[in-house]
């Protein structure tokens, strides 16, 4: 079965740092292309990066490029989300996904990590 | 302002068929796949159709998908209590060379 647990959500002031991590379990980690999706208390989805199994193509939103970092520990079966400058708008719950279908098509996904922008 | 255009709100009465519309253009639903996907307060997002109209297994045939163009809509017949949730529509933007999530269509059982 598969299972992905993400951590390191909490409260941060604007302008701070969080690191998120997902740890996958239940399949060939080092197989599978993964993503980060958040949502804002009220708001839709939003798509956030998402990096490939070898760590060759990585992607952006607009909105948090060059602030968020993707990356990925194959040998840990870890996925990351380095968080900097921080706004109120980053306020969300982060999902992590493994991407099942093409780029977005994603079958599994974790319980999700809130994270909270406030000063 | 999503990029892909859904109606914030739809609904329906048990047993009715009811659609919803994901409006896009010619960079992410003209030249790819649309995904939808159910939300429901507290849970993960739950994939329903993937590749336009290709059901997941243990997804209900009761849903069902289509593309035409630069647009996409999801069916769901036989209406229930259950499917009470928000929808999105979901596709990869190649001008963006991202994903791109619609806003949402939060569905009412009547």
């Known amino acids: 079965e598969v299972n992905l647990v993400e951590s390191g959500g909490g409260l941060v002031k604007p302008g701070g740092s969080l690191r998120l991590s997902c740890a996958a379990s239940?399949?060939?980690?080092?197989?599978?292309?993964l993503a980060w999706v958040r949502q804002a208390p009220g708001k839709g989805l939003e798509w956030v990066s998402s990096i490939s199994s070898s760590s060759s193509y990585i992607y952006y939103a607009d909105s948090v490029k060059g602030r968020f970092t993707i990356s990925r520990d194959n040998a840990k079966n870890s996925l990351y989300l380095q968080m900097n400058s921080l706004r109120a708008e980053d306020t969300a719950v982060y999902y992590c996904?493994?991407?099942?279908?093409?780029?977005?098509?994603?079958?599994?996904w974790g319980q999700g990590t809130l994270v909270t922008v406030s000063s | 302002q999503s990029v892909l255009t859904q109606p914030p709100s739809a609904s329906g009465t048990p047993g009715q068929r009811v659609s919803i519309s994901c409006s896009g253009s010619?960079?992410?639903?003209?030249?790819?796949?649309v995904y939808w996907y159910q939300k429901l307060p507290g849970t993960a997002p739950k994939l329903l159709i993937y590749?336009?109209?290709q059901r997941p297994s243990g997804v209900s045939d009761r849903f069902s998908g289509s593309k035409s163009g630069t647009s996409a809509s999801l069916a769901i017949s036989g209406l229930r209590s259950e499917d009470e949730a928000d929808y999105y529509c979901a596709a990869w933007d190649d001008s963006l060379s991202g994903g791109v999530f619609g806003g949402g269509t939060k569905l009412t059982v009547l």
């Open positions: 996904a493994r991407v099942s279908y093409d780029k977005i098509g994603y079958r599994d």
């Open positions: 239940g399949f060939t980690f080092s197989s599978y292309s």
């Open positions: 590749r336009n109209n």
């Open positions: 010619s960079s992410n639903i003209g030249s790819n796949y």
